[in-house]
Nanobody
């Protein structure tokens, strides 16, 4: 019914930049807070950044000042601009969103994308 599809991952050298995108599709009634999470090998999934429908943002301390989250409410899309990348940013990045659907109009459920690999290495 609802799909979140990430794109834009890849490999980059330290100090480089990447831009991730997430597109939500399906029977979406309303899209609430969206966010990016990441999971490095052997570690738990962690919050990277979130953005509300009104544009309020929250960032993990480790990415503040380097990453910028944005969204286009009309297109149901979200992006993550990642600059000054470090090797410790290497992880699988997941798109996340709280979504009300037409089939469940009285509550929002959490959805996840399939993940996209980001590798920062020289």
């Amino acid at each position: 019914q609802v799909q979140l599809v990430e794109s834009g991952g890849g490999s980059v050298q330290p100090g480089g930049s990447l831009r991730l995108a997430c597109a939500a599709s399906g029977s979406i009634l309303r899209l609430y807070t969206m966010g990016w999470y990441r999971q490095a090998p052997g570690k738990e999934r962690e919050l990277v950044a979130t953005i509300t429908p009104t544009g309020n943002t929250q960032y993990a301390h480790s990415v503040t000042g380097r990453f910028t989250i944005s969204r286009d409410n009309a297109k149901n899309t979200m992006s993550l601009q990642m600059d000054s990348l470090k090797p410790e940013d290497t992880a699988v990045y997941y798109c996340n969103a709280d979504i009300q659907t037409y089939s469940h109009p009285f509550r929002a459920n959490q959805y996840w994308g399939q993940g996209t690999q980001v590798t920062v290495s020289s």
